[in-house]
């Protein structure tokens, strides 16, 4: 009888040991912290998720969650590894379904990889969820820019200037998004207005020297340019810019010598190396020249793969 | 830190050229604009093409590129004929050295013979014309002068040559004339290249392809793969001996530089009396043969500046046209290339070079969004400045997906010439047919109905062929020239006519060639503004011969034999 006894309490004793030992080891929030302060950021997404699975409402977990989540995307990012960090930014939205931020930065990644009607979901859906911060709309300006929809980037944009006037950036970018659409008139007031909000600057400068170089004033281009170098001498798209602007106003000697220096501090910038190839080309240095725009076109490819609209092979499949 | 910040980041750090597309944006020109009125009557006239092209789930790359058109007068009786060349049917999987058969009167090509009331009537079988295999494009030209336009189609796996029996029939003699060729052949040019007096051939090949099954894109969005996938090809060069055989010259000639060659152009670019060759490569730097003058060619793209864009990026070059648009009397350059990319021109700066024009003349915001295969200059309102029409759609029959703003389908483009400085799109105020969406591919021009007013017929990748008649509405007056060579070859391909008129000067070089694929009407023609009348008329033959004509009537063709000297 008491052997029986002993054989039906046994599980119970075990189950009540097993749950003591559970209660005693069950990590807290802050032993996830901890681990994250570590930079054991998967092991501490463990005990977010442990316990966000017991308290789904934890908002310190939840908290605690998304930073992992994106700490752990970050360095997959980081290490060039977009899928898999792609792949941690949907897994997480899992994990935490209602977090905008993570919808938020699942469409920067998304667009970053070229996912543009991905990415535009993604920022929709941060915006269903009701992210206050104006950065969504900076986010999503940049998708439809990056989308080819220029008109809808430019309306976004202005909507984020209209919180954030201020925003040298901002308005740099909204210059961008005239730029590429060849809109230069509105480009360059956006440009000036960064540089007026931020004066230390030499990005918009260069963009300036870039438009004005392409309606070929040239005068006008090789002072924007030399308002970048003045702060950044070793900027090779203004340096290229300046031979560029040189060689067209048919000035060769000066051209080679900003050609030179744009190489030396952009090795791989192909307009700096054809305009190089050119001027050499008209300074009678034949065989200078041909090596020059062969490394030209070679980059100029190179570019264009990057850049297509058009399909890489993905699968080889020989048959 | 959140990826906000890396965000903010990229965006300060992009680049010009390194960004992606935009819209049009060029500022409209304070001259009052003429818009064009082009009416499309094929269907109503009996021109009811349908090109055939399968597009396959393994998204063979041949599928989307085909094909041309053609414009000439096959029979002689004064009206221009329409010429459109067909795919042809294929599988999912496809074996290696397969070339794909006409199995099917829908895969003809069809020959469309006018009328004298304008309709058409296909005269396909009749004429010897339904081809074979899967075809490319097409080039018209009398090669053996016996004053009847002979028609050469490329095709994926072997080309045709139809000589032109004189009666509204026509003979395939590949064979004889030894022009079969290999691989897949695209556009191809008729010119006198060494200027014997008898038009050789040049043909251009695209890529080495051999039904390759290779993915691009991902599982579940293949797409056709970027020509960086394949091995560029030369293009074959066909001497003409004059007695109805060509002899392959390419490598002998200088021309044998590989390529992904889709459009070809002619014209004597430095002047030299010698005419130079334009070839646009897909993806990779553009061509430029110089002929040197002594039987032989120098590749010379990238030191004239027309290799590259001008931040010296590559683009996806495919249809191409050489001419003078601002009248200055050096030939100028344009290039149809892929959305994102800007449609290239160039300004021939009388030394050799060319500057990038794309921006200042306002193409390059007109096009930004847009593919442009086959285009051509064409003064659609005789005012006397070349306009552009282009036959638009992307090769990507999925682009809609990665890129919303970008477009598979697209109307075509007429871009009005403003004195040579500027090209404002007109397309919106031109008719319907610019508000159609279609896979634009060849484009040809002619004058159809002899009404003074250039016409265009352009071809769809598996869709109908379009007649555009051009019923702008114009007071301006035009002369039509006919060029009959007698020591140069006979269709005076190659001659460079000057006029001049109260506004000045312009130049047309004559060639059917240009666009792509395709073959337009050999007449040169010239919009003269409020003149009734052309002051002086200067044709350089390619014998060297220079013929002069005074007040010389406008509002006609005219016929102008080659003088003997």
């Known amino acids: 009888m008491r052997i029986l006894s002993l054989q039906k309490s046994l599980p119970v004793l075990w189950l009540c040991i097993a749950a003591l030992a559970a209660a005693q080891s069950t990590p807290s929030l802050q032993d996830g912290i901890t681990l994250m302060q570590q930079g054991r950021v998967a092991e501490a997404r463990t005990i977010f998720e442990s316990i966000l699975e017991r308290d789904p409402e934890n908002q310190q977990a939840r908290e605690q969650e998304v930073v992992a989540i994106e700490r752990q995307a970050l360095e997959q990012r980081g290490g060039n590894h977009m899928v898999e960090a792609l792949q941690t930014l949907m897994d997480g939205q899992k994990a935490v379904p209602s977090s905008a931020r993570l919808a938020y930065d699942t469409g920067i990644l998304e667009d970053e990889m070229q996912l543009y009607p991905e990415a535009a979901r993604s920022l929709q859906t941060a915006q269903q969820l009701h992210m206050d911060d104006p950065m969504l709309l900076y986010a999503m300006a940049r998708v439809q820019m990056d989308a080819g929809q220029l008109d809808k980037a430019a309306q976004t944009m202005q909507q984020y200037l209209q919180q954030r006037p201020g925003d040298a950036s901002a308005h740099f970018g909204l210059g961008r998004i005239y730029q590429i659409g060849l809109q230069f008139d509105k480009a360059s007031a956006e440009f000036h207005e960064s540089i007026r909000l931020q004066p230390a600057q030499s990005e918009a400068w260069y963009q300036l020297g870039d438009i004005a170089l392409k309606q070929q004033q040239f005068d006008e281009a090789l002072t924007d340019f030399s308002h970048t170098l003045e702060r950044n001498p070793h900027h090779g798209g203004a340096l290229a810019g300046c031979g560029e602007a040189l060689f067209r106003e048919k000035q060769y000697d000066k051209a080679l010598d900003f050609l030179d220096r744009a190489i030396a501090d952009a090795p791989d910038y192909q307009t700096g190396h054809y305009y190089r190839g050119l001027t050499l080309a008209r300074l009678g240095r034949k065989e200078e020249s041909e090596r020059e725009l062969a490394t030209a076109a070679a980059l100029a490819d190179a570019e264009n793969r990057k850049s297509s609209t058009r399909y890489q092979l993905t699968v080889p499949n020989p048959q | ?565």
């Open chain 2, 1 to 565: 830190m959140r990826l906000t910040i890396l965000f903010v980041s990229l965006l300060l750090l992009v680049r010009s050229g390194s960004c992606q597309p935009t819209q049009s944006a060029a500022a409209q020109p304070a001259l009052p604009v003429t818009p064009g009125l082009f009416v499309d009557i094929a269907p109503a006239n009996g021109v009811r093409f349908l090109h055939q092209a399968p597009h396959s789930p393994r998204k063979y790359l041949l599928e989307t590129m085909g094909s041309g058109v053609a414009l000439f007068d096959a029979d002689g009786d004064g009206r221009l004929d329409i010429y459109f060349v067909n795919g042809a049917p294929f599988g999912e999987f496809v074996p290696k050295g397969t070339i794909p058969q006409k199995t099917d009167p829908k895969y003809w090509n069809r020959f469309y013979h006018q009328k004298p009331d304008g309709s058409f009537e296909d005269w396909t079988e009749k004429a010897g014309l339904a081809g074979v295999g899967y075809g490319m494009g097409v080039a018209v030209g009398d090669y053996d002068n016996d004053g009847h336009e002979d028609i050469f189609v490329t095709a994926l796996g072997g080309n045709r040559l139809y000589h032109n029996n004189g009666n509204g029939t026509f003979t395939d003699v590949t064979e004889k004339a030894g022009v079969g060729g290999s691989g897949w052949s695209t556009s191809a040019a008729w010119v006198d290249l060494d200027g014997d007096g008898y038009l050789d051939l040049v043909v251009l090949r695209y890529i080495q392809w051999d039904w390759d099954d290779v993915v691009c894109g991902s599982p579940d969005n293949r797409g056709y793969c970027h020509p960086d996938v394949f091995q560029p090809i030369s293009m074959l060069v066909y001497h003409n001996n004059g007695n109805g055989t060509f002899t392959e010259s390419a490598h002998k000639l200088g021309l044998d530089k590989p390529g992904k060659a889709l459009g070809i152009a002619i014209a004597d670019y430095d002047r030299d009396g010698h005419p130079d060759i334009f070839v646009a490569n897909d993806s990779m730097v553009e061509f430029l043969f110089h002929n040197k003058g002594n039987g032989t060619f120098e590749e010379e793209g990238l030191e004239a500046g027309v290799a590259v864009d001008g931040e010296g990026r590559t683009f996806a070059g495919m249809g191409v046209d050489f001419s003078d648009y601002n009248n200055d009397g050096w030939p100028d350059l344009v290039i149809g290339d892929l959305a994102n990319q800007k449609y290239a021109c160039y300004r021939n700066d009388k030394d050799g070079s060319f500057e990038y024009d794309s921006y200042v003349t306002g193409m390059g915001g007109e096009t930004l969004l847009h593919s442009g295969w086959g285009l051509r200059f064409v003064d659609y309102d005789n005012d006397g400045w070349k306009d552009l029409i282009i036959a638009q759609g992307h090769d990507l029959d999925t682009i809609e997906k990665s890129f919303p703003a970008l477009h598979y389908r697209e109307p075509a483009m007429l871009l009005w010439n403003m004195k040579g400085k500027k090209f404002v799109d007109v397309s919106a105020r031109s008719g319907e047919v610019f508000q159609q969406r279609w896979v634009g591919r060849g484009l040809a021009i002619g004058d159809l109905d002899n009404d003074g007013r250039i016409d265009v017929v352009i071809s769809e990748n598996g869709g109908p062929g379009h007649v555009l008649m051009n019923r702008t509405n114009t007071g301006n007056h035009w002369i039509g020239f006919r060029l009959v060579g007698h020591k140069s070859n006979r269709d005076g391909i190659g001659a460079v006519i000057r006029i001049e008129t109260t506004a000045g000067p312009q130049w047309y070089s004559v060639t059917t060639a240009s666009s792509y694929m395709s073959s337009s009407d050999v007449r040169a023609h010239f919009g003269i503004g409020p003149d009734k009348t052309v002051k002086s008329v200067e044709i350089r033959w390619p014998s060297g011969i220079v013929q002069h004509l005074e007040n010389v009537p406008g509002d006609r063709y005219l016929q102008v034999d080659e003088p003997a000297k």
